[in-house]
């Protein structure tokens, strides 16, 4: 994780990433993708770790890691792309998108900038807007040699990495199925228009003031999740919410959508910002899920929408009659119950920051009005049908 840094020096590195962004389009010309390269691809091994360096049409380096259980004879896995902040290392990044990959059986890509420079912390790296041209080169190189899903490739970048991974996805937005970055200095702009596209800043990083941005991106440019996390500085995020945002990119079909969560994934969400609920009297929220037909994380016998949204209906009217009669009963009791998610089963119905980042602005949709002893009607999420719920003060 990169340190927080002096806001002059912060106004630098934005300057900088200007330059970078303009650096990239004109490296990368209107086709987008790489010349051939005039030399073959290296592969090497070194203290412990898969390198791999490529000569044409840009030298660079990148690490290369297969997920901990391989893809099974004959299939391919996904690939995370991850791309370190100004001053940062590939090995920095490495591991946290392992962790990341890991649990979904993807490869890792972690690329090194070009550039080198001093920290408090050795010898670090920066990114050349020419540096584009690289990663993909790196891209090709790790697609030709290894088992890996060319339509199920995700870029994410932290910082200085963020403004890197939009650049790299404009020039070649065929390559990726979406991009995440994390407290960068630029958001989501015409560049990348029509991608799904992931945003990730601490309320306390400077760089929050771009959040308003990233959602009107969000509302006209891209398909875009906009998450806010409460007392996060220039840091990576929890990896909770780190695993849901890929999750997001790479499988979900939902929306776009605006989340403010807690620091820790485990803690329990405030009523949205500037929503009734925020003003209402009351304590957290709890939901219940009833999933459909094809949904994200569905069984194979989930219902057919229609009746999975009668079925979760019917489960908001008996939730409603049993906290009528014995408003002071555990609520927890009436999730074990009626709810068919394992998550909303193992956090007894508490919507938790991983939780509204798992399901997005359907919870949000759910919470928005609902005071202290109310139980929302039934709204629909890529999963299924939720019924939300607030406990009384």
């Known amino acids: ?141 790790a697609l030709a040699k290894h088992p890996i899903d060319p339509k199920r490739v995700i870029i994410m970048g932290h910082s200085a990495g963020g403004t890197m991974t939009l650049a790299t996805y404009a020039a070649r937005p065929s390559a990726f199925v979406g991009l995440y970055t994390t407290a960068a200095p630029r958001t989501p702009d015409a560049s990348v228009k029509g991608a799904r596209a992931a945003v990730c800043i601490g309320t306390k990083d400077p760089n929050f003031a771009g959040f308003p941005a990233a959602v009107a991106a969000a509302e006209k440019t891209v398909v875009g999740r906009c998450l806010a996390v409460e007392g996060l500085g220039h840091d990576l995020p929890p990896l909770g919410y780190a695993q849901e945002m890929v999750a997001w990119v790479m499988d979900s079909k939902g929306g776009s959508d605006v989340l403010h969560v807690p620091g820790q994934p485990e803690d329990e969400v405030r009523p949205p910002p500037e929503s009734p609920a925020a003003k209402a009297k009351g304590k957290g929220f709890r939901h219940v899920l009833v999933f459909e037909q094809g949904g994200r994380g569905a069984p194979p016998t989930a219902p057919p929408r229609p009746a999975a949204k009668a079925k979760a209906t019917e489960a908001a009217a008996s939730w409603k009659a049993t906290r009528k009669g014995a408003p002071t009963d555990d609520p927890g009791e009436a999730v074990a119950t009626l709810s068919e998610d394992p998550l909303t089963k193992e956090t007894r119905g508490v919507v938790t920051g991983l939780v509204l980042c798992r399901y997005g602005g359907a919870l949000v949709a759910g919470m928005s009005k609902l005071k202290g002893g109310d139980v929302s009607a039934p709204v629909e999420s890529d999963a299924g049908w939720h019924v939300v719920a607030r406990d009384p003060e």
């Open 1 to 141: 994780m990169e340190p927080m840094r002096a806001p002059s020096v912060l106004v630098a590195l934005l300057l900088a990433a200007v330059a970078l962004v303009a650096g990239a389009r004109g490296a990368a010309g209107k086709g987008g993708a790489p010349k051939e390269a005039s030399k073959p691809p290296e592969w090497t091994e070194e203290d412990g770790r898969t390198v791999l360096r490529v000569s044409s049409p840009r030298p660079l380096k990148a690490y290369f890691r297969p997920p901990a259980t391989p893809p099974e004879e004959g299939k391919k896995g996904e690939l995370i792309v991850i791309l370190h902040g100004h001053g940062g290392t590939a090995t920095g990044m490495l591991g946290h998108a392992a962790m990341i990959g890991d649990p979904r059986g993807a490869f890792v890509l972690a690329c090194e900038g070009s550039g080198t420079l001093q920290t408090d912390r050795g010898e670090g790296h920066s990114w050349d807007g020419a540096d584009v041209a690289g990663i993909l080169a790196c891209l090709d190189a």
